[in-house]
């Protein structure tokens, strides 16, 4: 996703002092341009406040963001901020169906996800990419961190 030019956020409702070691002990940190915890937003997922912080904090406006979470909380809470929302069919879901979860598709991987997500989808806008973190734009899209940390050997996606 970084070779395509989209910036990485790690949106999640952990505590800072949890997910930043977290991210560093799994060498996942320096993939990221923001780091948008329940912490230092304020508020916790499935409130857009969350998604709209971590738009803040990369200049970018709610329509060119991508969420990709595992979670009817990632989907809701992007959803209502007014990103685009991608699911993973894994994950945390609070026992929901995946089809019951509003989205604008599903990605089986994060390599899908990257094949899905390119500058032309944003046509003339900067570009991001933030990961929403849950039990894994600029554009921003938002990945929950459990997803993201099952397809670690894919970051490089």
């Given at each position: 996703m970084r070779d395509k030019g989209l910036r990485l956020a790690c949106v999640t409702n952990k505590p800072s002092r949890f997910t930043l070691p977290l991210l560093e002990s799994?060498?996942?940190?320096s993939f990221f341009d923001a780091v948008m915890t329940a912490d230092i937003a304020g508020a916790r997922k499935p409130d857009p406040a969350i998604f709209l912080a971590a738009c803040r904090r990369l200049a970018v406006a709610p329509q060119e963001a991508c969420a990709i979470g595992d979670s009817a909380n990632d989907a809701d809470g992007a959803?209502?901020?007014?990103c685009r929302v991608l699911l993973v069919p894994y994950g945390y879901r609070e026992g929901r169906a995946l089809e019951e979860i509003a989205s604008?598709?599903?990605?089986?991987t994060l390599a899908e996800a990257a094949g899905l997500l390119s500058p032309d989808h944003f046509a003339g806008r900067r570009?991001?990419?933030?990961c929403g973190c849950a039990s894994s734009v600029s554009r921003l899209v938002t990945i929950g961190m459990y997803s993201f940390f099952a397809h670690a050997s894919e970051?490089?996606?």
């Open positions: 799994a060498g996942l940190a959803r209502a901020a007014g604008d598709g599903v990605v089986a570009r991001s990419f933030s970051k490089a996606a």
